[in-house]
Nanobody
């Protein structure tokens, strides 16, 4: 089993900042990609940002220039720094990771439980 635990969500005013963290633990041999998705009420889940083990990143157009994804491979942790937040960023943000398990060599794809981000005055 591979578990992902997120932290850092909350309520922030428009223009404010938040930093999300997601730590992976369990039977992990290696992690390939880690990322953040979000889902707003009545909308489909969308990719916010993704980062590979080599540091390659990609972002949704709506967050480019405002959000930054990073990771600490030694800690199996991914971060999402969100600046200049807008009301339309309000959503449940979920962490994602895929890679290889220890012992079995079988791949995994795991999700966190989600953390609420609300941008409102």
């Amino acid at each position: 089993q591979v578990q992902l635990v997120e932290s850092g969500g909350g309520l922030v005013q428009p223009g404010g900042s938040l930093r999300l963290s997601c730590a992976a633990s369990g039977s992990i041999f290696s992690i390939n990609a880690m990322g953040w998705y979000r889902q707003a009420p009545g909308k489909e889940r969308e990719l916010v940002a993704r980062i590979t083990s080599g540091g390659n990143t990609n972002y949704a157009d709506s967050v480019k220039g405002r959000f930054t994804i990073s990771r600490d491979n030694a800690k199996n942790t991914v971060y999402l720094q969100m600046n200049s937040l807008k009301p339309e960023d309000t959503a449940v943000y979920s962490c994602y990771a895929d890679g290889i398990r220890t012992m079995t060599g079988i791949g995994f794809a795991s999700w966190g439980q989600g953390t609420q981000v609300t941008v409102s005055s």
